[in-house]
């Protein structure tokens, strides 16, 4: 079973930075290794539906934005750790969520990796707060 573990998250003020990191253990229930699985956030708001933010695909690496964060915020990846970080600079308060690590194998098989419902793992989510 693939786990995914967030951290990083905070109170920062606007314009502020903030790094998040999601560390992956273990395997698919197909029995893919998490190095061979792609990685994305969310985050979620009280009151409003998971967003996509972000996704990173382990196959040439290539990087994909939601409009609200593309040119604040990068995803990387360092597979010695099993870890891909999600940078966070020029923050605003309508940054402040919940953020939400999550994992699949066919999220980009329909083209629909900004749907929650295409990945299969997800971590417990870590705060980020950010005031003006």
């Known amino acids: 079973q693939v786990q995914l573990k967030e951290s990083g998250g905070g109170s920062v003020q606007a314009g502020g930075s903030l790094k998040l990191s999601c560390v992956a253990s273990?395997?698919?229930?197909?029995?893919?290794?998490?190095?061979?699985?792609?990685i994305g956030w969310f985050r979620q708001s009280p009151g409003k539906e998971r967003e996509f933010v972000s996704v990173l695909s382990w196959i040439g690496r290539s990087t994909y934005y939601s409009n609200s964060v593309r040119d604040r915020f990068t995803i990387s990846r360092d597979d010695a750790k099993n870890t891909v970080y999600l940078h966070m600079n020029s923050l605003k308060p309508e940054d402040t969520a919940v953020y939400y690590c999550?994992?699949?194998?066919?999220?980009?098989?329909?083209?629909?990796?900004?749907?929650?419902?295409?990945?299969?793992?997800w971590g417990q989510g870590t705060q980020v707060t950010v005031s003006s």
């Open positions: 273990g395997r698919t229930v197909d029995d893919v290794p998490v190095n061979n699985v792609h």
């Open positions: 999550a994992a699949g194998v066919r999220i980009f098989n329909r083209g629909k990796y900004y749907d929650p419902g295409e990945y299969e793992y």
